[in-house]
């Protein structure tokens, strides 16, 4: 069946540092992916996404990188802020066609350690 | 702001009771979902409406419904509740942006319903 996971599902980052967020994804048709970041009491938010013709996608302070051999996508937040605090779910638009639906994982916690 | 409105944000009522929420979608978008989040399940897809019409279906139980009006609003109905039916229920609506080979879809998620079912 269709699943989109974490690695880890809690992270602890100094601030100032860098963070890493993993993710495994297990449709090989998937064709778009997607990070969001949802903060306590608040709907998801889009930080990032990347097509599945790229290999590497970057924004402001995040870099998203997708590997399909291994299906693995990552969430690279550069310089880590107390603000960047939050759950972090990776998100995969898999099958046939680009209507298919948008799957979560189940998130990653992050915690910046001031 | 994702400029998606939900209501109401929270929602107490006893099993067996039926419900309703609603979403407002960003102005000018076509799509929406909804997504049920609670603790041991995550962020689990139920439905999508495209412009008026059922375009994808996920966990989404025979108890619940949903549909997308003329003026683009949603509403979810969710019947006979059952204790395991309190979660939080978001509203999305997307932005399409189309390209040669595919389609980008980015969500803008509501600040979601919170149903506690007693």
């Known amino acids: 069946g269709e699943s989109v996971g974490l690695h880890l599902p809690t992270l602890s980052v100094q601030e100032g540092d860098n963070s890493i967020i993993n993710c495994a994804y297990s449709?090989?048709?998937?064709?778009?992916f997607i990070w969001y970041k949802q903060e306590s009491g608040k709907g998801p938010q889009f930080i990032i996404d990347?097509?599945?013709?790229?290999d590497k996608r970057q924004g402001q302070r995040v870099t998203v990188l997708l590997n399909k051999t291994v299906k693995h996508l990552s969430l690279q937040i550069a310089a880590t802020q107390p603000g960047d605090s939050a759950v972090y779910f990776c998100?995969?638009?898999?099958?046939?066609?680009?209507?298919?639906?948008?799957?979560f994982g189940p998130g990653t916690s992050l915690s910046v350690i001031p | 702001d994702s400029g998606v409105t939900q209501t109401p944000k929270h929602l107490i009522t006893a099993t067996g009771q039926r419900v309703t929420l609603r979403c407002s979608p960003r102005?000018?978008?076509?799509?929406v979902y909804w997504y049920q989040q609670s603790l041991d399940q995550g962020l689990q897809f139920l439905i999508q409406?495209?412009?008026?019409?059922?375009?994808a279906k996920g966990n989404i139980l025979e108890r619940f419904s949903a549909q997308q009006f003329p003026d683009l609003h949603s509403e979810l109905n969710l019947s006979s509740l059952e204790l395991g039916d309190s979660a939080l229920y978001f509203c999305?609506?997307?932005?399409?942006?189309?390209?040669?080979?595919?389609?980008?879809?980015?969500?803008?998620f509501g600040s979601g319903t919170q149903l506690s079912v007693l």
């Open positions: 999305a609506s997307s932005v399409e942006v189309w390209f040669v080979g595919g389609q980008d879809e980015k969500l803008f």
């Open positions: 449709n090989s048709a998937s064709d778009y």
């Open positions: 990347i097509r599945s013709n790229m």
């Open positions: 998100a995969e638009r898999g099958g046939e066609t680009s209507y298919d639906k948008v799957i």
């Open positions: 102005s000018g978008d076509l799509s």
């Open positions: 409406y495209y412009n008026g019409e059922e375009r």
